[in-house]
């Protein structure tokens, strides 16, 4: 099967330092970066960032993929896509935060506990077809050791609660065996 | 006209009332919304950022079941989160490499896709499809004097931007015009309102909210109407915390488009949801509720 998926692969020498972690056209466009920042510009989560968009780029450009991995900015991108649509290259810049997200998740290189949620949400998508969001939420704080999380949504989750939008039951959907037999296969042969 | 409907998963228990209104909606309107038999999740943005090739299988169950279940089709969304995550996947599914590896992955479950499948958003099929006319002369309880905030989010015209402008959207302003509200002037209409970082960055998601919510009280509106169940929440369920947190105390409803739409309609309140909100609807929306819901 094809397997040249974004951030996939091992590391491959021959290739440049931005190929050697990154889906090949990606590395291409980042190549037509003029550094004009209008993507950190137009971030509205980019002040809280170890790195902007540009400077990302501009370390990617450099082989720093370590440094951009060990950063808090592919973590803080909330895909709202104003980057992407105004780059004047054509810089799929989410995207991008997206394969540098598996890529982390795939070398093990990241910000302490960032894709928790991330993690508990596919394999709840896994179990049951679909999200469900009370065994996410209480995962999520279980696996963050973070009780204090839970008790703070407590008030809120009682109005949901009382209101009848808490989903305290997954639903499960018919094709569900179906949905693991995929997974296996995918799993099988390799696929992230 | 008839249309395959794709809920998404938020809208079975937390933003019922979001397809609730949307069915009574369509159904005033003489649309046929059919639901896709045994949808799973659309494939959503944390399952992209953990791993591709899933999370595309994912979308492609949905398109492919769409595809099985109508033909050539139009498969509705209500939440911007499925409708961007859809239409990413059926247009990446036009790349051979992508989307032989998903065939072959379907192919398990004895499914496959044509990529004869469009994906739409309920906002704009009711503009560009149902239209104006006829929104018009069924909205026989307009809602005259209502100021309303008009907020569309990131992922319905972006990144595509296929039915409307990428940053200064209009399909959401026109619907609300037609049918009688008061649509104020609201620049931040399509910025973010942090999504998933509610749950991770919760400091950061907060001043978005923030920001939203104040300029919807600046420009006096009464109430922001959205058009995606994250937002919706958001925007509604964390404006104690916003208080706790910055000292900005609001208290404004954060209502479904498809409630303001239903209520023109003439719809009940309990058959849009109404009742369900967090920060209570009722009082502006009192002189707005056809008789027969003013007597429940």
Not at chain 1, 23 to 42: L, V
Not at chain 1, 57 to 72: C, M, T
Not at chain 2, 182 to 206: F, N, S
Request: aromatic letters at 8%; charged letters at 25%; one cysteine or more.
């Amino acid at each position: 099967m094809a397997q040249k998926v974004i951030g996939a692969g091992p590391i491959e020498p021959s290739l440049g330092l931005v190929e050697r972690v990154l889906d090949r056209s990606i590395a291409e466009k980042i190549k037509g970066c003029i550094q004009c920042g209008t993507c950190s510009a137009s971030c509205p989560t980019a002040y809280a960032m170890d790195y902007t968009p540009r400077w990302i780029i501009a370390a990617l450009r450099a082989g720093q993929w370590e440094r951009v991995l060990k950063s808090n900015t592919p973590w803080l991108c909330a895909s709202c896509y104003y980057c992407t649509v105004r780059c004047p290259s054509g810089i799929e810049f989410t995207d991008l935060m997206y394969a540098l997200k598996r890529l982390a998740i795939e070398r093990g290189i990241y910000p302490k506990g960032s894709p928790v949620l991330y993690q508990a949400f596919t394999s709840t998508v896994d179990r049951y077809g679909r999200s469900a969001e009370m065994e996410l939420m209480a995962r999520y704080y279980l696996r963050t050791l973070n009780p204090w999380g839970l008790i703070k949504m407590a008030p809120m989750g009682l109005k949901m609660l009382l209101k009848g939008r808490l989903p305290l039951l997954p639903h499960k959907i018919e094709g569900q065996k179906d949905m693991a037999k995929m997974l296996e296969y995918m799993r099988e042969r390799g696929g992230k | 006209m008839a249309y395959t409907y794709y809920p998404g998963c938020s809208q079975e228990v937390s933003n019922r009332a979001y397809n609730l209104s949307t069915r009574a909606v369509a159904k005033a309107l003489d649309m046929e919304l059919v639901e896709l038999n045994d949808w799973n999740c659309c494939g959503t943005s944390p399952s992209y950022s953990v791993r591709e090739l899933p999370t595309f299988v994912l979308g492609a169950r949905n398109l492919a079941l769409a595809e099985r279940q109508a033909g050539a089709s139009d498969l509705v969304t209500i939440c911007n989160g499925c409708f961007a995550m859809l239409e990413k996947t059926n247009l990446r599914l036009k790349e051979s490499d992508l989307s032989r590896s998903v065939g072959e992955v379907l192919g398990v479950a004895g499914l496959e896709y044509k990529g004869s499948v469009r994906v739409r958003h309920f906002l704009e099929v009711l503009v560009n499809d149902v239209g104006e006319g006829l929104i018009r002369e069924r909205a026989s309880l307009p809602l005259e004097g209502l100021k309303v905030a008009p907020y569309y989010g990131c992922q319905f015209s972006r990144p595509e931007g296929r039915y409307d402008d990428l940053e200064f959207p209009t399909a959401l302003d026109r619907l609300l015009s037609w049918i009688g509200a008061e649509v104020v002037d609201y620049p931040l209409k399509a910025q973010c309102c942090g999504g998933l970082l509610m749950t991770t960055k919760e400091e950061v998601a907060l001043k978005l909210v923030r920001d939203l919510l104040a300029l919807a009280q600046k420009r006096g509106a009464r109430c922001i109407a959205t058009i995606c169940p994250l937002c919706q929440l958001n925007l509604e369920a964390y404006q104690e915390r916003v208080k706790a947190r910055f000292g900005a105390d609001f208290s404004i409803p954060i209502l479904y488009f498809t409630q303001l739409l239903g209520l023109s309609l003439g719809l009940e309140r309990k058959a849009l949801g109404l009742g369900t909100e967090l920060v209570s609807a009722t009082g502006i929306l009192a002189p707005y509720l056809s008789v027969a819901s003013r007597e429940v």
